[in-house]
């Protein structure tokens, strides 16, 4: 039988799931269309939410979350502690029950397909329980056995996260004896072991140190490459920036935004910066930047003349470097900057972009500057 299309007796038993759930019947569809496993329907997204709501007694943790999370992305779950990002990933994860509305992963709906969602997910949890008296291999030995992976395969599949998280040279060591960085990596060597399509990522990089927290985000974006589909929830913005796609900010159960990395620059008008600067005549490049669509602000920073170009020429730098501020919402090619000037005959010698600032467009989202 397609999955969606129920006899009654089906019907009868999913009822009695879902009263045991204590969702509301009448907010879950039991006669939406086949989902993901149907080709018939390849677009259904990897991870959605149709008004998600959770309470907590009075509290309302969670408040009609409707997210969209397309296979292969890396998404950024952003916002202030109790905002409800772990409640949103243990619902995900399968290990709360929503109090309305629904979550799907795969087109499978949580609360009702638990046991096919779980092998598809892996879900690293902000703290890392103890396990006394176990070495890392046998570890990773027991979760491999809890996931039916037997023998020699067992074997296999161990040493191949081992090496993805770069743990070999701790086979041996105890659990207890690493250090909080080094179990940050286990725990992701474990949900890696049954090779799921979804990783479900509360804080991984939380309380580590800026080289734990670089080797961690490595270990991401190899993930990632791998065709995995994360969400992750952090604080840490620039690196969110740096990893994710998408990014949703979320504020006391609501979901402010949801899009891309630009979008959210775009909504808190959070526009590109680049910083430029020339060998001579500062004053005219500025004119001449002035005068480019998009701009909406230059500063000029004083730096320490020399009497070399910073990369080394033989040209004399007044050590000015030009900030260029664009609209946010401007069309405006940044790269455009270097040719407009070098048709205008300066000779550039030095030209970044600033990295994207997240940070600045959460703290404007999130206090209803922009609305
Ligand atoms: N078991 C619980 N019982 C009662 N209230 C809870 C429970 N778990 C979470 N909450 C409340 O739900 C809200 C959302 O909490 P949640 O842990 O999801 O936030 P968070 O975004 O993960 O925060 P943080 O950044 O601090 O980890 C908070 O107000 C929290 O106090
Ligand atoms: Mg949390």
Known sequence: MRRGTSSPSRLR???????FLSIEKNEIDLFSPPRAADPEYPTVPMIETINLTKRYGDLVALDSLNLSIEQGDCF?????????????IKILATLLKPSSGQAMIDGLTVGYQNRQIRPLIGY???????YEDMVVTEYLEFFSACYNIHGQQRKKVVADVLDLTDLNYKATAEVNSLSRGMQQRLSIARVLLHDPKVLLMDEPASGLDPRARIEIRELLKELKRMGKTIIISSHILPELGE???VVG?????????????QQAMQRARV???VHVAVADRTAAAVKVLQAMPGVAKISVVEGQPTPKGLNGSAAHWDGRIIHVHFDAGAKADVTDVPNLLINQGFRILQFTEEAVNLETAFMRLTKGVVQ
């Open 13 to 19: 038993r999913r009822n009695r799931r879902l009263e």
């Open 76 to 88: 950024g779950f952003i916002g202030p502690n109790g905002a409800g990002k772990t409640t949103t």
């Open 124 to 130: 690293v949890p902000d703290f890392m329980g103890a």
């Open 243 to 245: 990893l994710c796609n």
């Open 249 to 261: 900010i979320i504020e006391r159960g609501q979901l402010l935004f949801s899009g891309s990395v």
């Open 271 to 273: 526009g590109n910066v």
